[in-house]
């Protein structure tokens, strides 16, 4: 039996590649997770920037403690089973009137991953709705096989490379996925989907979540990832430690160290040195 989703929302997820919004925090717990992102940000006099966005569960405790969270977890393991690691995080933040964009895409095409095994928590710390750029995704585009990419480094693109899908998107066809805070929805890792940019006067954030089974392996080289239900006995991937305090200087020494790594992956092939570059996402 299911842990927590449905049937039917796991037949959605293999049929058409999402589940739309799921309760997996209150909105008081979403509302206190952002509280404390924000306090952190006025502390630094700035919203959060650059790689402090890219695996920022290594950073604070009450991320990596919102990444166990057992109903998250619970819907992972009904698609996926017991056995789970958590590969990234990602903040995707949006300020008022910002001309910030994903443009479209599929999550799998430059992370190196040995399987498609993989699948996005996208967790909402406000309101995500279409006035503020709200992801959308084209349902059933997981079931087509990795589309080529082109990169266009275009400076408002949250993506890494400013990648977007090498082929025509019909716009007709997206679904936005709306969420209230507390709510998250869950995307295929191969599913294409983008956001718009926030017109609102209104600040849009989300954490992205990475989850895939222990089997999954990283075909570039070294990796790391934090083991959060289970039992990994295929340990292909470098388990990372578990932050007790903000900011802990070993942990940001560890932080450093693996957003360096992994930009390097998602880099490969462009010639640009990581961190030359001018996004802020690395996703």
């Known amino acids: 039996m299911p842990l927590h989703l449905t049937g039917e929302q796991i037949a959605e997820f293999m049929r058409f590649g999402y589940v739309r919004a799921v309760r997996v925090l209150s909105e008081q717990q979403a509302l206190e997770i952002r509280k404390r992102l924000e306090d952190f940000e006025r502390k630094q006099g700035g919203p959060l920037q650059g790689s402090l966005r890219h695996k920022s569960h290594l950073l604070f405790p009450w991320l990596n403690d919102l990444i166990r969270g057992e109903t998250i977890l619970d819907c992972v393991e009904d698609l996926y089973g017991p056995d789970l690691l958590c590969w990234t995080t990602n903040f995707f933040i ?80 997206a679904v936005s996925l709306n969420l209230e805070p ?15 940019a926030n017109s609102s006067p209104h600040r849009r954030i989300g954490f992205a979540i990475r989850y895939m089974p222990t089997y999954v392996r990283q075909l570039q080289g070294d990796d790391s990832a934090t083991l959060v239900r289970g039992v990994d006995r295929f340990c292909t991937f470098a388990h990372e430690p578990r932050p007790t305090q903000d900011l802990d200087p070993k942990l940001v020494a560890v932080h450093t160290a693996v957003t360096r790594r992994n930009a390097q992956i998602l880099y490969t092939g462009t010639g640009v040195q990581a961190f030359d570059a001018p996004s802020s996402e690395r996703s």
């Open 182 to 196: 507390g709510e998250m929805s869950l995307h295929h890792v191969r599913i294409i989907h983008g956001s718009p």
């Open 94 to 173: 949006k300020e008022p009137h910002d001309p910030a964009f994903v443009s479209w895409h599929q999550d799998a095409t430059y992370w190196g991953l040995s399987s498609a095994d993989v699948v996005t928590a996208w967790v909402a710390l406000s309101d995500s709705n279409e006035s503020n750029g709200a992801m959308k995704v084209i349902p059933g585009s997981h079931l087509r096989e990795q589309i080529p990419h082109r990169d266009t480094f275009a400076p408002h693109n949250l993506l890494t490379r400013g990648q977007e899908v090498a082929v025509e998107v019909d716009d007709c066809q």
